[in-house]
């Protein structure tokens, strides 16, 4: 910790509320939480990503739990209590006579979640559509191509089961080819990258599958450049973007992707179960969705909600979790998760027998890190981790990625990752 700590909590309950903090009568924790906000206007991202203080009162949004060190953050987010206490609220309202509060109250809000998604994603709301995870969006568009036997689709190994399973059972039952590109991670050569990808295509190639952010060790992949290539063969791109929206800064449209699916559980802190899909204007209508609807052909984005009855309260408060990820500024969260992560990867790099799976750099990871110990299973420091210091991380084994992923978030604090650096030390000195 600094010396010259700043004081956030400086000048504490004067302020008026903010759209995040007036919907709750407020209770000690948003008051600090305003105050802290208010306080660090000024600060530069970079800077404010070092105060651990002013971070504290973003943990006091969070019902973490005491008797664990959540480092899984990578499998799914908490949501904040804001969140927490909408979808109950919302499913509350549901249980009084849910066909009238359902179809006519909460089903109204689709409209105006679907706008401020698309202005944080910056595209058209007509380009959005909102479903319950990245493997919903991202299926919705791998059987919805309208693709026939011998066409082509290029993914990588180490792209997502989900993702990488349907593809093979289009291939099983269509006759596709798969082109498998096999990455060497991590890498910081932006040539080799793209150069995978471009080795692949041939004249066949229909679609490019690219993960914005191997899950495995955290690898920020050069999708823009990826997908320029593909679009000069006319190949088009499906981007899952599972981990990358609302983790750091970017918008979908940078990417130059026809197809990007995301999961709002993971970095938004939306509540489980919530998800986006976003197809590219002028390719809506080339594909048809997983659950029919009348003219499937149709140019309309809502094609891809037929989903029937479901549980309304649970999208409804995505839109708590878009005023959260607003109040803390998307720069301000990928510069202290890039922090976090390059904190404990800094104090470990140099213990022996310890292997980094993940780029330190800003460019090529952000919050992920992936961790391998010479000679060592990652169950074993898996389990270590937990058995002899609470913290929950995951084993990672899949192709040629081998080690523990850890995956802090906004509402981890360096103390915590001190717990972690000693586990790793101790664990890679036995
Ligand atoms: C890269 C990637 N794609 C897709 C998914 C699927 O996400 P979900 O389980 O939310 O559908 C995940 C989940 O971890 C993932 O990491």
Redesign the pocket.
């Known amino acids: 910790m600094k010396n010259n700590r700043r004081n956030f909590l400086r000048n504490a309950g004067v302020f008026s509320a903010t759209a995040f903090l007036s919907s709750l009568a407020q209770p000690a924790w948003s008051r600090n939480l305003e105050s802290a906000l208010k306080n660090a206007k000024g600060i530069s991202p970079e800077d404010l990503a070092t105060e651990e203080d002013f971070w504290y009162y973003i943990q006091q949004s969070f019902t973490v739990s005491p008797s664990l060190i959540n480092l899984n953050n990578g499998?799914v987010s908490p949501a904040p209590k804001t969140v927490q206490e909408a979808m109950k609220r919302y499913y509350d309202y549901s249980n009084e006579a849910p066909s009238y509060y359902m179809w006519r109250i909460l089903d109204q809000g689709r409209e105006p979640l679907r706008k401020n998604l698309a202005k944080m994603a910056g595209c058209d709301s007509e380009e959005i559509a909102i479903n319950r995870?990245?493997?919903?969006g991202?299926e919705t568009v791998i059987f919805g191509l309208q693709l026939k036997a011998g066409d082509e689709v290029v993914a990588a190994k180490q792209d997502?089961p989900?993702?990488i399973n349907a593809y093979k059972q289009r291939e099983l039952r269509e006759g596709l080819k798969i082109v498998w590109v096999n990455l060497e991670l991590p890498s910081e050569d932006e040539n080799y990258l793209v150069q995978q990808y471009v080795n692949a295509f041939t004249p066949k190639t229909k679609v490019v599958n690219v993960?914005h952010?191997?899950?495995w060790n955290g690898q920020i992949l050069p999708v823009k450049k990826i997908a320029q290539e593909a679009h000069k063969r006319g190949i088009e791109v499906v981007v899952?973007g599972?981990?990358s929206f609302a983790h750091f800064d970017f918008k979908i449209p940078d990417l130059d992707a026809d197809y990007f699916a995301a999961?709002l559980?993971?970095w938004l802190y939306a509540p489980i179960g919530t998800?986006m899909l976003y197809v590219r204007k002028e390719k809506i209508k080339g594909i048809f969705p997983l659950f029919a609807m009348d003219n499937p052909l149709k140019d309309d984005i809502r094609k891809f909600e037929a989903l029937g009855t479901r549980p309304f309260y649970i999208e409804q408060a995505i839109g708590k979790a878009i005023e959260f990820h607003e109040m803390i500024g998307s720069e301000r969260k990928e510069k202290r998760l890039h922090y976090l992560k390059n904190y404990w990867m800094e104090k470990v790099k140099d213990i022996p027998k310890v292997k980094l799976n993940t780029s330190l750099h800003p460019k090529w990871g952000c919050a992920i890190g992936n961790v391998g110990i010479e000679g060592k299973k990652p169950g074993e420091l898996d389990s270590y981790l937990m058995d002899k210091y609470k913290i929950h991380t995951v084993g990672i084994t899949w192709e040629n990625i081998v080690g523990v992923r850890v995956t802090p978030n906004v509402y981890t604090t360096t103390k915590n990752l001190d717990v972690l650096i000693e586990g790793i030390t101790t664990f890679a000195r036995s």
């Open positions: 499998g995870n990245s493997s919903e991202l997502y989900n993702v993960t952010i191997i899950n899952d599972a981990h999961s559980h993971k998800g």
